[in-house]
């Protein structure tokens, strides 16, 4: 079956979350006098994303959006660090997650990979992070796609095929594309066509996230500009 | 209230449906040997859809997306014809609703509007439909909202209201765009606030839609390049 379209992890596949967010942290604590471990900060605040999705996920709480729980968590580690600011100040840090910049090679490699196949996102990020952040770096959807919009968080089935339906394509002709192996071994057991990206960096520069084997998936690539290539885009 | 998004209506308001669609079946007609009343042929077969809609919004069918609503109008307009053709040539040209070419000054004022807003479709057409749309016409959207993504057809206050929440803006930042004043009075009373842009060959050249009063809406516009210079963009 033909791939028509590629569905995009976003943070950690297209965007460089943890540095973009170590940057907007350390700016906010000149801004505010207020010092810490700003990449242990970030760290712990991308640490609470999991369990908060997967509550949403066991039906714990009902239907939220990253940013909200983004911000839940936010208020817990400023309590924590005992940094004391205004609600607009806390609002404005929480959307650092809808500035993040992208990796080297991801507008160059989406942009070629547009002219020959639809791209959309397909992120646990709400659709106004997605949209804001897309805008900011320039990167070129064909369409910004959430589990927002499906109403359920990756890996649920439901995001992956969910996604199928509304572009109107086959699982089989859908490629998910990510950083992540478990996103991808979601996808694939969903029926779709699977491709991994490793960023090595993700996690910065002491944790070395493990390489999945090469057989594992469809595609394996180094970065966007080799995965364009192996697509011939 | 600082406007932070505009929605934009599709059919009629951004891309010239009518010519495009008669343009599409004068070429089906070509390929496969039959001639019928073109133009006519294309007023009939958008005027099933919004009876179409309303059997959706009534709750008398389930959510059914345009494509498929297109379709079955379609199916009934050969028939009536006396056309007979594949399933797959039935498939193709009801995807020339994929197809639409944009009114000239569309891809221009988007473009224009775009460095100072967001910028998002919010129309009846599937998000299929409007992703294949843009991406052949160039349409620069920051993401693709539908009718689909909310389950409720516009009129319905639910398009509207789900479309500032996805957005994270209040109803009263979100401007609605488009040709057809009932589209713009359901929007307005939702909150929005509301534009309008005259058409006056979306019906063709001999019925001229009647242009509302010039203090209805809170712009009023003669094409997508004044209703840019009109918001200083």
């Known amino acids: 079956m033909p791939i028509r379209a590629l569905?995009?992890?976003?943070?950690g596949t297209v965007v460089d979350w943890r540095s973009s967010i170590i940057a907007e942290l350390s700016e906010f604590g000149?801004?505010?006098?207020?010092?810490a471990d700003w990449s242990r900060f970030a760290d712990d605040w991308r640490a609470g994303y999991v369990p908060a999705m997967d509550r949403v996920r066991r039906g714990e709480?009902?239907?939220t959006r990253i940013?909200?729980?983004?911000?839940?968590r936010l208020v817990e580690l400023l309590d924590q660090a005992a940094i004391t600011v205004?609600?607009?100040?806390?609002?404005?840090?929480n959307r650092a997650w809808h500035r993040l910049d992208p990796w080297p090679d991801s507008v160059a490699g989406l942009t070629r990979l547009k002219?020959?196949?639809?791209?959309?996102t397909l992120s646990n990020g709400n659709v106004s992070l997605l949209t804001?952040?897309?805008?900011?770096?320039?990167?070129?959807?064909?369409c910004v796609l959430s589990a927002e919009i499906f109403g359920h968080y990756k890996p649920d089935r439901e995001a992956y095929l969910g996604t199928a339906h509304i572009l109107d394509v086959a699982p089989g002709e859908l490629m998910m594309v990510a950083a992540h192996p478990s996103d991808l071994r979601a996808a694939r057991d969903a029926g779709l066509v699977t491709a991994y990206v490793h960023r090595p960096l993700e996690q910065g520069?002491?944790?070395?996230?493990e390489r999945p084997g090469h057989d594992e998936f469809d595609i394996t690539a180094s970065d966007f500009g080799d995965f364009a290539d192996q697509l011939g885009a």
Chains 1, 2 share one sequence.
Not at 7 to 11: C, I, R, S, Y
Not at 67 to 72: I, N, P, V, Y
Not at 132 to 142: H, I, Q, T, Y
């Open 205 to 209: 520069p002491d944790r070395t996230p």
């Open 7 to 11: 569905a995009f992890d976003v943070f």
């Open 61 to 63: 709480l009902p239907w």
């Open 67 to 72: 940013d909200d729980l983004h911000r839940g």
């Open 115 to 120: 002219q020959r196949f639809l791209i959309t």
């Open 30 to 35: 000149r801004e505010h006098g207020v010092d």
């Open 132 to 142: 804001d952040m897309a805008k900011r770096a320039g990167l070129p959807w064909d």
């Open 86 to 93: 205004s609600d607009t100040d806390i609002d404005h840090l």
